[in-house]
């Protein structure tokens, strides 16, 4: 017989949890789960915070990641920078206070968001090893070193044996992490991977990974210049919601709600308070701001909608480039083609700007490798040769989850020449940027299915695939050409004798005048392929006919 | 030129945030994006946590969803049920504190485990409508109402005008809720489709919807046994980590490591801590476990994996019942057909429990009905015909990215006589029960894909596949020697005919004991259709190559 409960008896067990409590019972959501994605996570999460923090100090990242085998799935990963560092005082938090961080309050683009990711990795190696990570760092005012552990109950650091470090050098961050339940392999999902890919969408930085094997490779920067700093921005007025525009106004320092709004919202005139005016009779522009309600708020925003305004401002996205994207594509997978487009930005929910690049690789490197290795339990998902980057930031992860898959799989590829995309060697290559990329999971894998992305990433890579389509008919059309040469010069002796047989004309004079005829013709054609496009896709396509 | 920051510059900014404003900021992760999926997470939420409730009080569920438009995109939620009521102290958390709740320290199997999904519900009223939401509920002590808003800053809840009511009735509790940004829609992924399969999966529950329209549906309990109440059970030592090791024996009462061991986990016994001692010598069974460091804990953790141990206690795990299921499915789905397997418990990650039970319907109600009317900009997915659930509790999204999605759709369906998996009417029902479901993300929208469960889900449901084959090729069979029996009659008169003129035979004569021939060939076969059932496959087969 089961016991009944009474409601004081389910609630003598009431209690709380910490975040960090609950992301070490769901590990798995901050891509802790296999033991390949588990060190690729590790990795992303230092790699990713050291270059957020170097281009801020606006210098050139110089990335040195260095994992060791210490035993069986366990390991050692250092990762160096040279950015700003960390003052002292803040360090522990940076390491071990999941939810805290820089980034939150600035409406600015980065590749961190959320201030999870060093702390969530402080938890696996607590969780995996018991043991602190390490942490060395100098600013311009101190350098020092020390232990950090988390206390998972409570979310906070515990910093142990901090020491100053009275040797010089340059300014700088290196953190040093056992882990266990890993393992470093050379797959699709392995951090070989991981950072190649990140050398593709960050050509300003320097890269070196030592493998545990000892070997050292360099991703060297193919562009020296500094990627335009992206601004922090004011929303936009379509992009806030009431319960946003409450708190804003709350903490607004104007008197009038009409001078709050023209100094809180990107794009708001004293033309547009008129215009809101005209809109809506029922808001008081002159009102204390500080005071506002909910509903006076949501009528605001309301009529934010019924105008008219220009579109956010674009300051506050960061792009690779497309002269960036192709020398790294070039660089890196060696295509025989390749097509690059930077789209415009545009804004999904009505007033968040985000800008999509996209760029198409053909032949050379370009392609899936498949993943033989990774049998290790940890999920391998087909990917097709899809490169998805958010924030210029690798996601190897959860592609089944991801607008960017969702786009690209959606695309007839056989109008671009792509017969089958699985088999080919091609790689699409997409970057989303925007100051809020709505991630489908804290693991920040996969970009959430909005409709308005997933259109404008559709919308590049056709821009690509219609290059690409250029290119490959062309490719193909003197494919053609070149196999009906060899053809009809194949017939060209015998022609020419029994042409001679019937003309009594010498056969060697009709073979030269025939093949310097037959060559002339494709000569001009080898020149200039594209000219007889319109008559080789007829052919093409009757080929296709006599063959079905 | 962009500006470049010092490390105190940058830090300067230094924040934490809480949980709830990461929520807030993140609350697609929660469920919440697009219209009709927001809707049906807030009324997923409430159900979930009254179930729950009500069967930890030991009574049979009566659950009442009132759903009203209010404006545009506007609704307000009301969700009452007969539970045990909420201790007054206790309810503001409940409501608005993310991550508190009565389910985590207890190792027991339940809808709910973490504690976010009825705070996520007050966040998301707070922040598209900026109200509380008003709870009443009724205890064996007290009976009261009040008001309850979230402070996001803080994850605190605001209780305001608390109430006593003086009125008597039943215990039970009712929640209501304002929601903006939602929307009803009877589609796939809408609230209606969402009852219907929490019905499906708790056949002992009532469960009554008020649509908006104000029609009444009423999913009355099919069976009036309450489910088998799951134990709090200890934990299997090969579930455990190093980490939640060392936490247990700092805990522990116990003097000696050894009288912890046997204290602490389940399956332990004086004879495995012999065999215990010969694995590692380097174990002190008599140390004091509140003093055990990691890496004494890491080498019991190891031993354990080198004993052989009887399989977890499955007491933990409840499951809806192959007769229960059967009955709900004929009830909802009215197939022509069903099949319905409860596999053996199995263990994921070493030594945590899990129970799949599969269920095959086809024909009658079975099968995907397409969504046509979820054009409201909320992503729907193809979910192909399976009814997925967790610890009985439907899920609707993420369908990608699944363990039981990813099971159904590796099976190669064509050797179970299902030629078109997504054409034809048959619908795939998946339960996944466990004390600890590995949700692949806060919204536990889906199961993530753990190798182990993958596999027991494909053997559950070929199990179901087998008896589907034997059923349809039954029914095929019968369809062949129906048409085969009709062709033979349209030649009979004509053949009598023929054969009387030849052999100077009466043609009557001849008709009758033709066809009587044929009909007791025939009937034989009606009555006992799986007896041809090899010689029919052998002329199917020949068929399809006739005509292909």
């Not at 104007?254 to 547009?272: I, N, Q, Y």
């Not at 605001?300 to 674009?314: G, R, S």
């Not at 821009?463 to 690409?468: E, K, N, S, V």
Request: hydrophobic share 35%.
């Amino acid at each position: 017989m089961a016991a009944t409960l009474s409601a004081d008896e389910i609630f003598h067990e009431f209690k709380e949890h910490s975040i960090a409590e609950f992301f070490r019972k769901n590990s798995q959501m901050l891509g802790y789960s296999g033991k390949v994605r588990s060190l690729t996570t590790i990795v992303h999460e230092y790699v990713t915070n050291s270059l957020d923090a170097v281009e801020e100090a606006g210098v050139l990242p110089d990335i040195r990641v260095d994992i060791k085998e210490i035993g069986e799935s366990r390991y050692t990963v250092c990762v160096s920078d040279n950015g700003p560092g960390i003052p002292s005082k803040h360090v522990g938090k940076v390491f071990a206070t999941v939810l805290a961080g820089t980034k939150f309050h600035r409406y600015v683009q980065q590749r961190g968001q959320q201030g999870i990711g060093a702390a969530g990795c402080t938890l696996f190696s607590r969780i995996t090893t018991g043991k602190p990570v390490h942490v060395k760092s100098a600013t311009s005012k101190e350098r020092y070193e020390c232990d950090i552990d988390i206390d998972i109950k409570s979310n906070k650091p515990l910093v142990k044996n901090m020491a100053t470090i009275l040797a010089g050098g340059v300014a700088g961050t290196t953190v040093c992490g056992e882990f266990a339940e890993v393992k470093y392999e050379n797959s699709d999902h392995g951090v070989y991977e991981y950072i190649k890919r990140t050398a593709l969408s960050n050509p300003h930085a320097s890269i070196t990974l030592v493998e545990p094997t000892g070997k050292e490779v360099v991703f060297l920067r193919s562009v020296t210049e500094l990627p335009k700093r992206p601004k922090a921005i004011k929303p936009h007025p379509l992009g806030i919601d009431v319960n946003d525009f409450v708190e804003f106004a709350h903490r607004s320092q104007s008197r009038k709600l009409s001078a709050f709004l023209v100094e809180a919202f990107s794009r708001m005139t004293s033309g547009k308070i008129a215009e809101l005016k005209d809109v809506s009779h029922d808001i008081d522009l002159d009102a204390d701001p500080t005071k506002i309600t909910w509903s006076d708020a949501e009528r605001v925003v309301k009529a934010f909608k019924q105008i008219k305004w220009m579109a956010p401002e674009l300051d506050s996205l960061s792009t690779i480039g497309e002269k960036q994207i192709e020398i790294a594509i070039k660089n890196i997978l060696a295509p025989k083609f390749m097509s690059v487009v930077e789209r415009k930005p545009k804004v999904f929910r009505g007033g968040i700007p985000f800008v999509v690049e996209a760029g198409i690789a053909y032949g050379g490197e370009s392609g899936k490798k498949v993943d033989e290795n990774a049998k290790d339990g940890s999920v391998v998902e087909a990917e097709g040769n899809v490169l998805r980057f958010a924030n210029k930031v690798p996601l190897l992860f959860d592609a089944s989850n991801c607008a960017i898959t969702e786009a690209v799989k959606g695309i007839q590829w056989k109008r671009y020449g792509i017969a089958n995309f699985e088999e080919e060697p091609v790689s699409i290559f997409v970057n989303v940027s925007s100051v809020y990329v709505p991630y489908s999971g804290p693991g920040k894998q996969a970009v959430a299915k909005e409709d308005d992305i997933i259109e404008e990433i559709r919308l590049a890579v056709m821009d690509c695939g219609r290059i690409l389509q250029r290119y490959l008919s062309g490719v193909r059309s003197l494919q053609l050409q070149e196999s009906r040469y060899k053809t009809i010069m194949r017939y060209v002796e015998q022609l020419s004798k029994d042409l001679g047989e019937i003309t009594g004309v010498d056969s060697k004079t009709l073979e030269a005048s025939l093949k310097s005829t037959i060559e002339k013709k494709y000569n001009k054609l080898f020149a200039d392929p594209e000219k007889e496009d319109a008559s080789i896709a007829e052919e093409e396509s009757e080929t296709e006919e006599a063959e079905g």
